[in-house]
């Protein structure tokens, strides 16, 4: 055992309340419990992802942070002291799951929404119309049509979109990163709820296909499952080139979670590494992009294409060179995105926030002339239907989620998602494990989510005095600061509170 | 980015008269009309749009210019401001007559600018080598007098038509216009209700663009979006109010991109989905594709605005009514007002009234009547 690490959390069982059940053993994936005569937790492995604390009929199991203390230093938190003795024991980089959880500024929490008074009249979604609906893709600088009849009619047809009836899309996330029934569960929600959700860089397994129509597909650096028929599958085909989480890093499933249907859906052996290069060994410019770009097009009858990026400091040079590259939706992931796996100091490190990302973008392809010519997908950060509302705000067309759907189907953010273990059946490829995750069930929570949302949103639109979302959408004078400082106000477009 | 701009706010009354036969009406009775309304503004400015009013020069442009003091901008000597203007529309256009606006001082109208207004044409050769229109010209003249010169406000630039405005109320800014010595076959007015004092005449309702003139009551809740998006097209808005949004949205979607008028009421206040996926495929295919394309301009929060153009004249509501929009008929008059009392003010005995269904235009042509 490794004696310079402290445990992190400290296991408690109320022997007294304790019926000995051993539903505890059963359930920690991260094998905490033994028994002899009475269960006893090896609080060193405890991960604190509470799947026994909701499993224990006897709310027996208390999960606390480890009451040791070391000497305070403010340069030298326990964090960073734990990742010093970790590495150098092990010699390995770091690794974690989920999103980066330093304590950076968060800057949607600065950002405050208007409402009317007097002036004019706010709108009550329980008794008006309140839309939601939106469309993903390129729109024409102008429409050409006539009137025939007194009845409005198109001279020439516009580009396929994808129609949205919440501005809330579900964020790529492989099928080996999640768990077959995770899958399942996303791409139900997104057909009940009028959505979409991404398919990660890791192919389309059959019983998915007849989803098609709420599904992105991803062709990513290693071309996992990409063959014309998936290319076809889904609604658009989106082409990741980064991730908010780990920007310019490649991916890396490591082969014993490569079984028999991730092998067949990924078409890789069984038992074999799957690493995505951290480039696409064929784009290594903006030209290889739009080659990739217009191969796709041809492949799809013209399908939108979405890039996806993480937001890095040129991220508005980049949106734009992509837009002119010919994509049809710029996925913008933001530094605070998930991950199955990445390097916790690259995680922590790289990478910008979306809320200024977005706002550069925004404003960048408006001064280009060219913001009809593709949709803006905000993500990485996204927590609730207020962020969903400031981001758009800002300028993004639609917000995609991943960490928020992954807490919708039970996780426990645990960041544990690297270790193939979680409890939840959610990031683990283990059938033991994914058996917990019932789709439908799965489902029914992410359409909870969804409407939740949906009705906050409403409600925000409301408050604001519009009926549309695109009226919302890049009405940046809908937004105040509160304590950012001028140059971020400035980026942000966003005037202080009091203005 | 210049974020630091603030909003213009204000509630208004406005009333409208079109007679689509061509036949002339004297400014006196949309006065009448709009003085009714005296309690829908607050005395900081009044303003009217007339058509058919300079048949004599009909084929001028007749640019009505103020010289005062410019929000934003430094005050000197209008008289200056006034000769360099004049030199400039020397060299630009073709001035057959220039001559002060005449007007009645009052004393509800104690201070005004200096009002002068010019019929010109564009100069023959001038458009050669350009791929610009007569109004193409006339707009960028405007807007280089307005943006370039200090103190010097083009506030009416049409054919045959004229705007009157100031701050005051409606009824005093007519008697100081002496608009009874005028006849056009349409009129708009407006009464306004500013939540700052504004001081400005430029400020005051109608705004125009060549023969277009909007008066307009609400006040846009998606104003930002539609603002960014009108930029994004090279138009700088100056005035930051409403009426400017108004004019320029339908500046861009029907002159410079060519959407039938109908089309872009549509688009300003645009159908709601429920009723769109109702709709046979054509029909429905082109609303989507409205939505889809100009939602950035869909104007959202309340209105009612007048739209005059020249052939006719357009009044519509916001997609839910949030403001009061009244219709009228008698003969081949149509009136159009805030109130129905300031319709029968003037017409006491309509043949037909009604409220207008929201989001629902009513569209006058000249020679057809409501189309
Ligand atoms: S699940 Fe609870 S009651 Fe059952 S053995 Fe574990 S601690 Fe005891
Ligand atoms: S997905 Fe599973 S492993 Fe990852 S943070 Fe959530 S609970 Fe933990």
Redo the contacts between chains.
Sequence with gaps: MNRTMPPEFRVKIDQEKCRKCKRCLMSCSFGVYSFADRVIPDSNKCVACNRCVVMCPEDAITIHESPNVYKDHPNWPLSIRKNVWKQAETGGVLLTGMGNDRPYPIIFDHLVVDACQVTNPSIDPLREPMELRTFLGRKPDKLEMEMVGGKPRLKEKLPQNIKLEIPVIFAPMSFGAISLNAHKSLAMAAKESGTVYGTGEGGLHEELYDYGPWTIVQCASGRFGVHSEYLNAGVAVEIKIGQGAKPGIGGHLPGEKIGAEISRTRMIPVGTDALSPAPHHDIYSIEDLRQLIYAIKEATGYKPVSVKIACVHNVAAIATGIVRAGADIVYLDGFKGGTGAAPTQIRDHVGIPIELALAAVDDRLRQEGIRNQASIVAAGGIRSSADAVKAIALGADACAIGTAALLAMGCSLCQKCYTGNCAWGICTQKPELTRRLDPEWGAMRLNNLLRAWGHEIKEFLGALGVNSVESLRGSRERLRGVGLDAQTLDILGVKPAGR | ?D??W??D?S?CGLSGIINWDGKRISGAVIKKSVALMHDRGNGQGGGFAAYGIYPEHKDHYALHIMFTEEPGKPTRDFDDAMKETEAYLDRALAVDLAEDIPVRVTEKVPSHPLLRRYFVKVKQGSLKGTNMTEDDYIVSAVMHINDKIDNAFVFSSGRNMGAFKGVGFPEDIADFFMLENYEGHTWTAHNRFP?NTQGWWGGAHPFTLLDWSIVHN????????N???L???GYKLALLTDTEVVTYMFDLLVRR????I??AC?AVA?P???DIDRMEE??R???E????????A?L???FAILFGHGKGLIGMND??K?RPFIAATKGKTVYMASEESAIREICPEPKEVWAPRAGHPVVVEMGKGI?
Excluded: D
């Excluded at chain 2, 594709?289 to 950035?296: D, N, Q, S, T």
């Design positions: 980015m974020h630091w603030q909003k706010i509630g939540t609400g006040e846009i809740s998606s104003y930002g979006i603002k960014r998006y930029e994004m097209f991109q060519g959407l039938p109908s089309a549509m645009a709601f989905w429920k054509s029909e295919e082109a609303c594709a409205i939505r889809m394309v100009y939602g950035p869909l959202n929060g309340p997609r839910i949030l189309v």
